[in-house]
């Protein structure tokens, strides 16, 4: 299994970017995708998710309003859409795989997010 995430960069604050995540070598559809940051110095937190059908997201309060979550079950991938970024969002963004049902998750190599003020 394999989890490529891609997106990140440089920018200023104000501005937007989009993260992807593919998966590949999942052997089940009904799975959670989720996307994680952790800044330097600092835990991994949770940052939004989506569910297998992409009926129900879910946010943290730090990005509600600003990040979207999408999700295309015919390609595996979940997109992280990003607006009016802050220099708090500068963290690396990870997804995971939540997979529920007693299975493993899995992680992706993560992705540099830096947001200058």
Do not use: H
């Amino acid at each position: 299994v394999q989890l490529q995430a891609s997106g990140g960069g440089l920018v200023q604050a104000g501005d937007s970017l989009r993260l992807s995540c593919t998966a590949s070598g999942l052997t089940f559809s009904d799975y959670t995708m989720t996307w994680f940051r952790q800044a330097p110095g600092k835990e991994r937190v949770f940052v939004s998710g989506v569910n297998w059908d992409g009926s129900f997201t879910s946010y943290t309060d730090a990005v509600r309003g600003r990040f979207t979550i999408s999700r295309d079950k015919s390609k595996n991938t979940v997109t992280l859409q990003m607006n009016s970024l802050k220099p708090e969002d500068t963290a690396v963004y990870y997804c995971k795989v939540v997979a529920g049902w007693g299975r493993r998750d899995y992680w992706g190599q993560g992705t540099q997010v830096t947001v200058s003020s």
